[in-house]
């Protein structure tokens, strides 16, 4: 009855302004059918190839019902992939079964993302303008059409207060290291450069994907500034014997330092933010000493080549590097999977594939794992606030890359599903984030969740597994439906034993995939040894690790490098010992944790 009420007040409303109530507004396609209005009390839905039919796309087809009940549900397979570690040792070592596997994760993964891109913040409907203009982000679910009722939403800042921000530190129990939260940061910048004069629906990165702009620079002009063009070098400086980005006054690029850094640290680099952290400095200059170590072998396997060919070729064996590095080290360890991941193009030679990508709006939303931070770093025997820690370079050259990648090993990442867990010094950038999403007219949380083949959350106990915060979320949001997806991907209850819940992996892998197996290099026309320089180059992307990145690029012996904190005596800082540590393995009942998931199927 006062839905009926509202229903119309609201049309008699927009008949006032003089415009029609938009049927596409209550999004009666369902499974990816498209809604096109007619007039303004009719629409139509076209469901072609969703596998359904009927006015709402609603009927499924014999062979969809047939998948659809074959087919598991995303927890099931994750449950599959983290456990029974024996018969994946098997499997991992007979490489045709680890083959069809990795292939199978690839393309079923990559499916789920349009491409070529379709929509974008600005259309809600294909049209060339979407498609060519690569400024914009572009868009997996349609914004909601403009003239529609939106959901009364909470005020940002108090959503942020109430669920988001840490009380005490959460560790994540996948001991995820602060080795992996800078490498995230790092990696992910060159791509989520959003353009805030022009909007956040805006990209500063035209390369909408690995293209190692933060290393190089986003123009040629100031990829220019930053070479050495001396045997395909960059620029560099030597501070105590050890070599670090040139200075900004050296180099005359545009960097972002506040007023009170001093001349002697700024450091210049692709990014023009990553004076931010020492932690976005330290990989940025054991990136800078990578490329100029591959610009020497280049240069001994090819004494003929001038600079520019030296240049051109180490930039594709590293961003080849970047990939298997980020496949199997950095994904490998946040999927938690003992089915070991394998980076290899050959695999999709003859599947349907696209290379070709384009940055989503969701994937950058989704990316801010600003809960990962801790409260301070610890270094050698050093602690600093957030305070002392951010746009302070002095920190990365008084301690020197090897005892960072040491101490940032060693240190614990928080947990960042399962809410109140974001740091109060970066809680403003949540409160953009909201805003942002708003602006930009995002669909709920559960759309999202629909969109890549899950069901959706039914209640807000559902979704937080927590009594307490489900009521919190409730007091805010009202109707499990109205969630937005950044604060439904930040309190969501985390997958046992995990940093992360479902939401934030289902939607998270299909665009990082596609990403990263998208890029023209793994192409089958770039995908051959002369594009790297020959045999020596394809072997240096292709035996690529985090390890070696590090260790290559040091003097003297390697220190510790991990993506995950390796020993529990490093957990004493948060209250965590070998004992508890084991505790809380042994509790995890293999069957029950089975039966508490499928109750939510
Ligand atoms: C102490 C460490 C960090 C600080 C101080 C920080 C601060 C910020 C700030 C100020 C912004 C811009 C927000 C806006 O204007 O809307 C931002 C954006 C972002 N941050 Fe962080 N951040 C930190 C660590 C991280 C980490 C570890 C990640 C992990 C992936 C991350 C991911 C992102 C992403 C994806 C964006 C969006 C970038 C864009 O759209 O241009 N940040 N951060
Ligand atoms: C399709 O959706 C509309 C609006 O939600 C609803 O009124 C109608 O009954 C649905 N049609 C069918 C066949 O389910
Ligand atoms: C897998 O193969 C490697 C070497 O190829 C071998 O060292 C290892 O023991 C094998 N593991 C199993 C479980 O067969
Ligand atoms: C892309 O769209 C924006 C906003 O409409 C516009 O300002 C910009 O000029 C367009 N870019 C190109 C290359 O057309
Ligand atoms: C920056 O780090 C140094 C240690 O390298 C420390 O002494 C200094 O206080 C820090 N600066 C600020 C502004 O906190
Ligand atoms: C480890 O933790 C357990 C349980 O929290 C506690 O009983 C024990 O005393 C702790 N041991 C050490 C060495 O801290």
Redesign the pocket.
């Known amino acids: 009855m006062n839905k009926l009420i509202c229903l119309v007040l609201l049309s008699s409303f927009w008949i006032f302004l003089g415009e029609g109530y938009d049927p596409c507004c209550a999004q009666p396609c369902q499974n990816q059918g498209v809604c096109l209005s007619k007039g303004a009390d009719a629409y139509e839905c076209d469901c072609t190839r969703t596998g359904y039919y009927g006015e709402n796309c609603t009927t499924p087809e014999l062979l969809t019902l047939i998948k659809s009940t074959l087919k598991p549900r995303p927890n099931i397979v994750h449950y599959i992939l983290t456990h029974y570690k024996w018969i994946w040792d098997i499997i991992n070592n007979i490489s045709f079964l680890r083959d069809a596997i990795m292939r199978y994760v690839l393309t079923s993964r990559s499916h789920l993302v349009n491409s070529p891109p379709t929509y974008n913040a600005d259309y809600n409907y294909k049209s060339w303008e979407a498609y060519s203009n690569l400024s914009y982000y572009t868009r997996t679910l349609v914004p909601l059409p403009q003239n529609c009722p939106t959901p009364d939403l909470p005020n940002a800042k108090q959503v942020v207060e109430k669920v988001l921000v840490r009380k005490q530190f959460i560790p994540d129990p996948q001991r995820t290291s602060l080795m992996f939260a800078f490498f995230a940061q790092h990696f992910s910048h060159q791509f989520f450069k959003s353009d805030f004069k022009k909007g956040p629906a805006f990209t500063k990165a035209l390369g909408h994907g690995v293209d190692l702009g933060h290393i190089y620079g986003e123009t040629l002009e100031r990829q220019h500034k930053l070479r050495l063009f001396k045997d395909g070098k960059l620029k560099y400086q030597v501070v105590d014997g050890e070599v670090y980005p040139p200075l900004v006054k050296d180099v005359q690029v545009e960097m972002h330092y506040p007023p ?1 850094v001093p001349e002697e640290q700024r450091f210049a680099v692709g990014h023009e933010a990553f004076g931010l952290v020492p932690g976005l400095m330290m990989y940025a200059s054991i990136w800078l000493r990578e490329h100029n170590r591959v610009c020497d072998i280049m240069k001994q396997e090819h004494p003929d080549w001038d600079d520019e060919r030296i240049f051109q070729t180490t930039r594709l064996i590293l961003i080849g590097e970047t990939i298997k590095i980020v496949i199997e080290d950095y994904v490998q360890h946040l999927s938690g999977y003992h089915f070991k991941l394998k980076f290899d193009p050959e695999l999709l030679f003859n599947e349907r594939f696209q290379y070709q990508n384009r940055i989503a709006s969701e994937f950058n939303t989704l990316y801010h794992w600003h809960p990962l931070m801790p409260d301070n770093f610890q270094i050698q025997d ?1 602690v ?2 957030h ?3 951010v ?2 370079n ?6 020197g890359i090897r005892n960072m990648v040491d101490s940032f090993t060693k240190q614990r990442a928080g947990r960042v599903a399962g809410g109140r867990n974001l740091p109060a010094a970066v809680q403003a950038v949540a409160v953009k984030v909201l805003e942002h999403s708003r602006e930009m007219r995002y669909q709920s949380l559960n759309a999202y969740r629909k969109r890549f083949n899950m069901k959706p959350y039914s209640s807000f106990e559902d979704m937080t597994g927590d009594k307490e915060l489900a009521a919190e979320m409730k007091q805010l949001y009202g109707h499990i439906d109205a969630v937005e997806l950044y604060t439904g991907l930040l309190v969501e209850k985390p997958r046992p034993n995990s940093v992360f819940g479902e939401t934030m992996v289902e939607m998270g892998a299909p665009y990082s995939l596609k990403g990263l197996m998208g890029n023209a290099i793994c192409s089958p026309e770039y995908w051959m040894p002369s594009t790297f320089g020959g045999k020596v180059g394809f072997d240096i992307v292709n035996t690529a690790s985090l390890k070696k990145l590090v260790c290559m690029n040091i003097k003297g012996p390697c220190p510790m490098v991990s993506f995950q904190v390796p020993d529990v005596k490093y957990q004493s800082s948060e209250n965590m010992n070998s004992s508890s540590v084991h505790s809380t393995q042994h509790h995890t009942n293999p069957t029950v944790v089975l039966n508490e998931r499928s109750s939510e199927l």
């Open positions: 009170h050093q600093y606030g305070h002392q820690f746009f302070n002095s920190i990365l050259t008084q301690h």
